[in-house]
């Protein structure tokens, strides 16, 4: 039966290694790296991440700073402290949570936010960055997907790898990045024909759709290396989207969830903003340091 691959323990080792490289640019820099994390309203999902991502930030070394805003600000209230943040040196990484209330544009607060700033990779500059191999900010789910697939496999060459969903902020930047690794690439969506005949192929199966139990074992290709991104809240409690007894008995390695994609999406949210602090400060960072 498949091996557990143990996203909490790889995000430890990452957060640990952003901790040091933080420290080390509070020497040289002599400031700390910050993140600015903005909640629009009270959404107790929302308020639990927020509150867990500057945890995570002040025990890497760097500093958080919160702005929790009334449900019923307006955009353009919330454009103006992006705007403020944007023009903060104190401020090297920017996210606001999602999802806003229902009366503001998403998508016009993301590209408001400086690309430089963007650690959450969503701004269409960013997006563009990934898509045509330029230097930018990768959405930290499907890059933390990515570090436990290399973790796991090594170079992923040649590899087939299917991806079940396409969304902006993990299904399409998760296939951007498995194609720059040199994998081949099937991103699968709610209007693929013969879902399991792609997935059968398969040495990499990325499920990101948001239903849980979605993926069956028998789908899965022996030996294939199976990460469930999926989140999902049951009445059993959390559970991915893949069946996991099923898939598990046939993989070679699966994320389990909780405990696999979930810990490293934080831990590369803080990757990204310790590699903005050193853009933004102009302290030179090794190219394989993190
Ligand atoms: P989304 O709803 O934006 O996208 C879901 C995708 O699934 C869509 O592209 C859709 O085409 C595809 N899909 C839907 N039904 C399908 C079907 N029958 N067959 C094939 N494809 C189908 O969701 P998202 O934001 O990409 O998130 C996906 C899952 O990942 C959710 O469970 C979410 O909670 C979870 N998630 C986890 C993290 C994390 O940190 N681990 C981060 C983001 C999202």
């Not at 990460?227 to 046939?250: H, K, M, P, Q, Y």
Request: charged fraction near 20%; charge should be negative; hydrophobic fraction near 45%.
């Amino acid at each position: 039966s498949a091996e557990i691959i143990d996203g909490k323990a790889a995000a430890a080792r990452l957060r640990a290694r952003v901790g040091e490289i933080a420290a080390a640019f509070e020497a040289v820099a002599g400031r700390k790296a910050g993140l600015a994390v903005v909640l629009v309203g009270a959404d107790p999902a929302s308020s639990v991440y927020v509150k867990s991502k500057g945890k995570a930030t002040v025990a890497a070394n760097m500093a958080s700073f919160e702005h929790r805003l009334p449900a019923d600000t307006t955009e353009a209230d919330l454009l103006a402290l992006v705007d403020a943040l944007n023009a903060d040196p104190a401020v090297d990484g920017i996210l606001v949570q999602l999802p806003l209330p229902k009366h503001i544009r998403e998508s016009v607060v993301l590209t408001r936010i400086d690309p430089d700033k963007d650690v959450d990779g969503f701004h269409p500059v960013n997006a563009g960055r990934l898509a045509t191999g330029l230097n930018g900010f990768v959405p930290c789910t499907p890059l933390g997907c990515l570090m436990l697939l290399e973790e796991q496999l090594g170079d992923l060459s040649g590899l087939d790898a299917v991806v079940i969903g396409r969304s902006n902020i993990v299904g399409k930047p998760m296939a951007a990045l498995l194609t720059k690794a040199s994998a081949t690439v099937t991103v699968a969506h709610s209007r693929t024909k013969d879902l399991s005949s792609h997935v059968a192929r398969a040495d990499i199966v990325v499920a990101a759709v948001g239903i849980p139990h979605f993926v069956k074992g028998e789908w899965i290709k022996p030996g294939a290396t199976v990460i469930d991104v999926g989140i999902n809240r049951t009445e059993d409690g959390l559970t991915g989207d893949v069946d996991f007894d099923g898939a598990a008995s046939v993989a070679g390695a699966i994320t389990p969830v909780p405990g696999g994609v979930g810990p490293m999406t934080i831990a590369c949210l803080l990757r990204n903003t310790i590699v903005a602090a050193h853009r933004n400060a102009g302290v030179q960072l090794g190219k394989d340091a993190i």
